[in-house]
Every structure is written in structure tokens, then in C-alpha cells.
């Protein structure tokens, strides 16, 4: 197979009009940037994220206490609070892991208790 990666590229875009806002959104951003992750970032904040635990692939998720754009050093720090938490108590059964088993099951995420064993 042959590396092909210094080689000069094309994208040919085909699209029906009338085009909505997010589309026109989408290629603006594909025009102005070569950069895939400023690209698929920039995907992201378009679309949403959609859904860890649920079937949504795209759209914001419905979160009760935070926005993902606005707050996304707290969701980090949350990220990796519940990643040593797993660690220690992969199976939420100490006092901690108990209180957070509760607070999965009042905001209606209990379903996530399910894949702690799954890792």
C-alpha cells in the first residue's frame, strides 16, 4: 500500500439546496480549516453529543446541572473523580459508591450501574 499523506488532496462536497443554518455551519467550517479535530469539535457543538446511556447519537445531552459548552473544566474534573471512584470501588458498594449508586438512581441514570461490571 502506498502512503499517499503528502500528496495534495480534494474534497468535492455535493448538497441539495435549500440549505438550514447548521448545514451552511458545517461547510463553513470544512472551507475555513484543514484540521480534523477543529473540524470534528466543531461537529460536536454543532449536532451534540448525544447520549452515553441512551440511543440518541446526536443532540445535547439532557443534563440537570450543567452545560457542556459552559462547563466543560467541571465536567472534566466529574470525569475523572467518577474514573478514581470506579477504581477503588468498581462495584459502588462502599459508603461513597452507595450515596453514588443513590444519586444514579434519582436523576434517573440508575440504567449506569449495569455497565460498571462491564467496564
Do not use: K
Not at 462547563?71 to 462502599?94: F, I, K, N
Request: glycine share 10%; hydrophobic share 40%.
Amino acid at each position: 500500500m502506498r502512503n499517499c499523506g503528502d500528496q495534495p488532496s480534494t474534497c468535492l462536497l455535493l448538497y441539495q439546496p435549500p440549505l438550514g443554518e447548521v448545514a451552511r455551519q458545517r461547510l463553513a467550517i470544512l472551507r475555513e480549516s484543514e484540521d480534523g479535530f477543529r473540524i470534528a469539535e466543531e461537529d460536536l457543538r454543532l449536532r451534540g453529543a448525544g447520549e452515553v446511556l441512551g440511543t440518541r447519537q446526536s443532540g445535547l445531552p439532557v443534563l440537570r446541572l450543567a452545560d457542556l459548552a459552559r462547563h466543560e473544566e467541571l465536567v472534566a474534573a466529574a470525569h475523572d473523580d467518577a474514573r478514581l471512584v470506579l477504581q477503588r470501588d468498581p462495584g459502588l458498594w462502599t459508603p461513597r459508591g452507595t450515596a453514588l449508586r443513590l444519586l444514579l438512581y434519582l436523576f434517573g441514570r440508575d440504567e449506569a450501574v449495569q455497565y460498571l461490571r462491564a467496564g
